[in-house]
């Protein structure tokens, strides 16, 4: 046997077996043309053809305006579930096989995404990484990496293991992402070859990253080697990438019912409640403000930057099939108000502390987040204020090098904790208003020059439960 000829049916064996036996087929489909010029049985082709066909139709659909855009927000290390939505009735029954797309350039891509989808030039296909594909262990790049969480025993950086890339599985009508995290942020839609250019439904995804800051002679249990390649305390706020793993939301901020916030005040309530004294509260908070919505205005040099941040409930979640109690959840979002954004008539250096906010422009002129706005604690507003398309890292060795970690604590520091109403100054400050829903923070300075002694600010988020 010529040597060629047995070299091409050993290949396409290796193919074949790779349907049955290891992961490409059986996670998502593989590319295109890849799929067109495999050497494989018909009856196999045809049964993963159809496994992957499966689509549902979106309720609510309609002809005149059925551009759909989904927020999806989720915590890192969550499985995340995208059903495969089509607008069409034709397009569930045509038998075609479906693919998802994936871009990461979410600004971009919103500003007319159903035009994107037609063209393959800012998005590509969803696709495992080459190492997992292979069975080969991942390479961990030390100045681009995310660790697991580590605890006070587990203080040594030899001991540090890094979370593998999120994994997708495409099966059942939906892609599953498998240990999502930031590098899962972008957009997602799913199309075939006759829908592509008629897609109009597309998820966003967004990873929660809390802010947190902590006065602590072991920084690294809280940043988990993440935001610094040092040790020590670097005082900066950073994103955290672990936050489920070493924090808890909050509860109910309301007061018992017995409780009398005036002079007829027997339980104490007005200094255990002390949020509630509206007298207290920024000039910059709306007249409305309450404990289940407040709005106050974005904190900017001349007052000339129309954006908000709100802290708003969701809804109850379902009382059906006999549950006996319902939730809800309370955020912080950055909203866009009605007036105009005016950074370009500020001097350089407040121009350059507010410029990321123009990478959320496009975003804010889509359906829902003109109105809903974007969680402040979410990777993309991150993304932003780091000026890159998403956050591939906990720690990056270039993120550090040009001073993005100092860029996303001074615009805490500069911009959003004046907004939720923390003063610049004092001897002794605890947040204490409708804000504290979604962040927790106190500070302590004991030094005649008002040098910060101790300083600790988590962002979080609030539960609610009652009964149906």
């Given amino acids: 046997m010529p040597w060629f000829l047995f070299l091409s049916i050993f290949l396409s064996l290796k193919f074949a077996v790779s349907i049955y036996s290891t992961d490409p087929l059986r996670w998502v489909p593989p590319q295109a043309h890849e799929w067109k010029n495999a050497d494989i049985?018909?009856?196999?082709?045809?049964?993963?053809?159809?496994?992957?066909?499966k689509a549902s139709y979106l309720k609510g659909c309609s002809e005149e305006n059925s551009l759909r855009i989904i927020p999806v927000y989720f915590w890192p290390g969550e499985r995340v579930d995208l059903p495969c939505r089509m607008c069409q009735m034709a397009f569930l029954t045509n038998g075609r096989m479906k693919?998802?797309?994936?871009s990461e350039q979410i600004d971009e891509f919103l500003l007319n995404p159903s035009q994107f989808a037609r063209v393959s030039e800012i998005w590509q296909d969803v696709q495992n990484t080459k190492n997992f594909i292979e069975n080969l262990d991942d390479d961990v790049d030390p100045d681009d990496v995310i660790w697991y969480p580590k605890?006070?025993?587990d203080n040594v950086d030899s001991n540090r293991t890094a979370k593998e890339p999120p994994r997708y599985w495409q099966n059942d009508g939906k892609l599953t992402i498998f240990a999502a995290d930031?590098?899962?942020?972008?957009?997602?839609f799913c199309y075939d070859e006759l829908s592509r250019k008629q897609a109009v439904i597309f998820f966003v995804l967004m990873a929660m990253l809390p802010p947190v800051r902590f006065t602590t002679k072991q920084p690294r249990v809280y940043t988990d080697g993440c935001g610094q390649d040092k040790g020590e305390d670097s005082e900066l706020i950073f994103p955290s990438h672990n936050w489920r793993f070493h924090f808890l939301p909050m509860g109910d901020f309301s007061p018992p019912p017995t409780c009398q916030l005036d002079a007829r005040d027997t339980e104490g309530c007005s200094d255990r409640y002390a949020y509630l004294n509206t007298t207290n509260w920024p000039k910059n908070f709306a007249e409305d403000c309450s404990?289940?919505?407040?709005?106050?205005r974005l904190f900017s040099p001349d007052n000339n930057i129309d954006l908000f941040i709100e802290v708003r409930w969701d809804a109850w979640t379902s009382c059906q099939g006999d549950q006996p109690t319902k939730r809800?959840?309370?955020?912080?979002?950055l909203v866009r108000g009605e007036g105009s954004i005016n950074i370009e008539s500020m001097k350089s250096s407040d121009k350059k502390l507010y410029s990321w906010i123009k990478n959320l422009e496009t975003v804010f002129d889509r359906k829902p987040f003109d109105t809903n706005g974007i969680r402040l604690h979410s990777s993309l507003i991150t993304s932003v204020i780091f000026d890159k398309p998403k956050i591939t890292g906990c720690y990056n060795k270039k993120d550090e090098k040009d001073g993005l970690y100092e860029r996303y604590d001074k615009v805490w520091r500069s911009i959003f904790l004046p907004t939720l109403g923390v003063p610049e100054k004092g001897e002794k400050i605890q947040l204490g208003n409708p804000f504290e829903a979604c962040?927790?923070?106190?500070?302590?300075?004991?030094?005649?020059?008002?040098?910060?002694?101790?300083e600790h600010l988590v962002g979080t988020y609030s539960t609610q439960v009652d009964y149906c």
């Fill in 41 to 53: 049985p018909k009856s196999v082709k045809v049964h993963w053809e159809n496994r992957w066909a």
């Fill in 151 to 153: 605890t006070e025993e």
């Fill in 439 to 454: 962040l927790r923070y106190a500070r302590r300075s004991f030094d005649d020059d008002g040098d910060i002694d101790s």
């Fill in 328 to 333: 809800r959840e309370g955020h912080c979002y």
């Fill in 99 to 102: 693919r998802w797309g994936y």
């Fill in 291 to 296: 404990m289940d919505k407040c709005r106050a």
């Fill in 182 to 188: 930031v590098r899962s942020q972008g957009v997602y």
